[in-house]
């Protein structure tokens, strides 16, 4: 089984930055999809971010296009989500997930490993 482990969040003004990390213990297959995804109290969980082992396939939500900059660091078993420009609005658990499987895209249904989570909170 995989193991995934987010980091980075925690508690920003609004404007402000943060990078989440996402540490993957192992890949099974030479294709898989990382992908970031967040859930808001009172909300439903959403792709915010994801590629693909290659780097040739990025999503980003409409929401974050611009401002949220996904990357891989294959030496140490990473992918990062670097976020600026931060807003109250952004405010959610954030998890990292992994799939060996061709997704239909950068939704939850599609993804078998999840992390833990790790809170984000953009405060005015």
């Known amino acids: 089984q995989v193991q995934l482990v987010e980091s980075g969040g925690g508690l920003v003004e609004p404007g402000g930055s943060l990078r989440l990390s996402c540490a993957v213990s192992r890949f099974t297959l030479d294709y898989y999809v990382i992908g970031w995804f967040r859930q808001a109290p009172g909300k439903e969980r959403e792709g915010v971010s994801c590629?693909?082992?290659?780097?040739?396939?990025?999503y980003y939500a409409d929401s974050v296009k611009g401002r949220f900059t996904i990357s891989g660091d294959n030496a140490n078993n990473t992918v990062e989500l670097q976020m600026n420009s931060l807003k109250p609005e952004d405010t959610a658990v954030y998890y990292c997930a992994m799939t060996t499987y061709y997704p239909t895209g950068c939704v939850q249904a599609d993804f078998g490993s999840w992390g833990q989570g790790t809170q984000v909170t953009v405060s005015s």
């Open positions: 590629i693909s082992n290659s780097g040739s396939s990025l």
